[in-house]
């Protein structure tokens, strides 16, 4: 079950990532497997709920391919998504709504 400092922490950890790769994209069993520090929760329900709060605010996107697999990627909005991420990825910001909820 998600927590919600579980999920906050992984929202810093991939916003930070998104931030630093913005061309990512991949399934939530290659982003647990590839895009966190080796130290970070792995447990899906935590993970899902913070790629899920990501794009509630307008920064990641879902994609549904042919294989029937979800795709995660950033949506790229320009300095604007940039600075959104920048917020989210220190401890203490992450917000828990849509985007009314975000900081600038």
Do not use: F
Request: proline share 7%.
């Amino acid at each position: 079950m998600a927590t919600e400092p579980e999920v906050t922490r992984l929202v810093q950890l991939l916003s930070r990532y998104l931030r630093s790769n913005p061309h990512a994209c991949d399934t939530v069993d290659a982003i647990a497997r590839w895009w966190l520090q080796p130290d970070a929760s792995r447990d899906t329900a935590s993970l899902e709920a913070a790629l899920h709060r990501l794009e509630r605010l307008g920064l990641v996107e879902s994609l549904h391919a042919a294989d029937g697999r979800v795709r995660y990627r950033r949506i790229d909005a320009g300095p604007g998504t940039d600075a959104k991420l920048d917020a989210l990825s220190r401890p203490g910001t992450a917000p828990r709504g849509g985007p009314a909820a975000t900081r600038h």
